[in-house]
C-alpha cells in the first residue's frame, strides 16, 4: 500500500486494499501505547459538557450549528471544520492561547461512562498500534468509502493531529481491567454531565509499571472496531504515506482509540435504520410486496414490537403508515445474494435489507444521497422520512455475536450494519502526532 488513495474501487475493494495491505515491521499483537495527551484546560474554556460533542459522523447539519453556538471552543470547529486548513488553524489556535494543554508525560487514559452513577463503559484510551487485517490483532466488520477516508485523512494531515477515539472491543478479564478498576477507585482527573445524560470521567495512567502490566496483557489478544471503520482506514492510509516517504517507524504508525473489555462491560449494539430521501413510501411498499408478506401496523409502536417478534430477516416501512416486511420469497432472495458469502452472512438483515431491497426490488444507487442511516432511534428516521418525502426502514439490530463471527471469518457485515454504544465523547483527549 503506497500513500496514494486509489480512485475506481468499490467499497469493497476499497476496504481489502486498505485493511489488508501488509504494514511495517511492527511487534505483533494488539498494541495500546502511552501517549501525550491534549486536553481541554476547564479554567480557559468553562464547563466541559459546553466543549465537547459526540463523534463527527453522528452530528447532523442542526447539531453541527447548535454545538457551533453553544461555545467558541467547541470540538466541532475542530472536527467539522469549513476546511481542513481551517482545522489546523483552529488547534494552533486553541494550543496558543492554552483552551488546550499538552500533558507533560505519556499516558494511558481510563474513561468512564456512567449513568446516575452506574458506570456502563469504561476502558482505555492510548495510541493503537496499527496492524494488517491480516495480523489478526485489529479486526474491522464493516466496508468503508473512499470519499469520508480523503475527508478525514486531509484534516489528519493538516492538522498532524488524531481528534477523536475511535472504539474497539475485545474480550479480557484480565490485568487491564484490574488496573482499570484500581485508578477509578482514585479521584478522576475531570468529570461532566453530558446532553444524553451520562457523566463522563477520565483519569491519567502514567505509571510505567502499569503501562507494562497493559502491554503483557493485550499483546495476545484480538480485538473488534467497534466504531471508527473510516477513522481506522485514515490512520493507515496516513501511515502509508509517512513510509511511503521514508520516514520510518513513528507516531504515525498508531492512532488514537479507546478499547473497552467486553466481558466486564458488554457493549450495547443498536441498530442502524435508513431513510431514502424522496421514495415516496407507497412506491416502497408495493414494490416491495412483490416478495415479502406485508402487515400493516397502528404506530410505531406496534410496528415496533411486532418487528422484535418477528423471525428471519423483517423490517418496518414508515412515512405513510408503518407496515411490517417479513417472510421474503426464498428464491428472489436467494437469487439476489452475491456468491462467495458464507451462510451467516447471508441471514445478515442488512445484507438482505441491501442486497434484496435496496439495490434490488428498489433499484436505488449505492451513495449516502439516495440511502440516509440514523443511529438506533426509530422516531428519528421516521420524522426525517416525513420531512424528506420519503420512506424509512427499521430493522432489528444485529447479534453481537453473528458480527464476530463474520469478522472473525475474514468477512465484513454491510456498511452501516450496527451501531455500538456507548461511543467515547469527542473532545476528552486528543493525539499530537508532532508531540509523539
Known amino acids: 500500500m503506497n500513500g496514494d488513495l486509489p480512485s475506481g474501487l468499490d467499497p469493497e475493494a476499497f476496504s481489502a486494499w486498505i485493511f489488508g495491505a501488509p504494514g511495517p515491521a511492527a511487534d505483533a499483537g494488539l498494541e495500546l501505547a502511552p501517549f501525550r495527551g491534549v486536553r481541554f484546560a476547564p479554567e480557559v474554556v468553562g464547563d466541559l459538557a459546553t466543549v465537547t460533542s459526540p463523534p463527527y459522523d453522528l452530528i447532523d447539519e442542526k447539531a453541527v450549528a447548535r454545538l457551533m453556538a453553544s461555545d467558541g471552543h467547541n470540538i466541532v470547529r475542530l472536527i467539522l471544520p469549513p476546511s481542513a ?76 493531529a488524531n481528534p477523536e477515539p475511535i472504539f474497539l472491543v475485545y474480550e479480557g478479564d484480565g490485568d487491564a481491567a484490574e488496573i482499570i478498576d484500581e485508578i477509578t477507585g482514585t479521584p478522576s482527573l475531570m468529570e461532566f454531565r453530558s446532553d444524553d445524560g451520562l457523566v463522563h470521567r477520565l ?28 477513522r481506522y482506514a485514515t490512520y ?145 428516521a421516521i420524522e426525517r422520512a416525513r420531512r424528506t418525502g420519503g420512506t424509512a426502514v427499521i430493522l432489528n439490530p444485529l447479534k453481537v455475536e453473528d458480527v464476530l463471527a463474520v469478522a472473525g471469518q475474514g468477512e465484513r457485515v454491510p456498511r452501516k450494519s450496527t451501531s455500538f454504544g456507548p461511543k467515547p465523547r ?5 493525539r499530537l502526532l508532532d508531540r509523539n
Open 85 to 160: 486548513e481551517e482545522g489546523a488553524a483552529t488547534l494552533q489556535r486553541w494550543l496558543a492561547g492554552g483552551a488546550l494543554i499538552v500533558d507533560p508525560e505519556p499516558a494511558l487514559y481510563v474513561y468512564e461512562a456512567a449513568s446516575d452513577d452506574v458506570p456502563i463503559q469504561r476502558g482505555l484510551i492510548g495510541a493503537l498500534g496499527l496492524r494488517s487485517e491480516g495480523d489478526g490483532a485489529v479486526l474491522p466488520h464493516e466496508n468503508v468509502y473512499p470519499g469520508p477516508v480523503r475527508n478525514r485523512l486531509d484534516l489528519m494531515t493538516a492538522t498532524h
Open 203 to 230: 483519569w491519567r495512567a502514567a505509571d510505567p509499571a502499569h503501562h507494562a502490566r497493559v502491554a503483557a496483557d493485550l499483546g495476545p489478544r484480538q480485538a473488534l472496531i467497534a466504531d471508527g471503520h473510516h
Open 236 to 380: 493507515r492510509a496516513l501511515q502509508a504515506r509517512h513510509h511511503t516517504a521514508g520516514d520510518g517507524h513513528g507516531p504515525w504508525d498508531y492512532g488514537l482509540a479507546l478499547l473497552v473489555d467486553s466481558t466486564r462491560y458488554p457493549p450495547h449494539l443498536g441498530a442502524i435504520h435508513r431513510v431514502l430521501p424522496g421514495f415516496p413510501p407507497g412506491t416502497a411498499v408495493a414494490r416491495a410486496a412483490r416478495i415479502f408478506q406485508v402487515t400493516d401496523l397502528p404506530d410505531l409502536p406496534a410496528a415496533l414490537e411486532a418487528l422484535a417478534a418477528a423471525e428471519g430477516p423483517a423490517f418496518v416501512l414508515g412515512g405513510a403508515g408503518f407496515h411490517l416486511l417479513t417472510a421474503p420469497d426464498p428464491v428472489r432472495l436467494l437469487d439476489a445474494m452475491p456468491p462467495g458469502r458464507s451462510e451467516r452472512w447471508r441471514r445478515l438483515d442488512t445484507a438482505v435489507l441491501d442486497t434484496l431491497l435496496i439495490y434490488g426490488v428498489w433499484d436505488l444507487p449505492e451513495n449516502e444521497r439516495s440511502v440516509e442511516v440514523v443511529h438506533d432511534d426509530p422516531a428519528a
Open 426 to 430: 469527542t473532545g476528552l483527549v486528543l
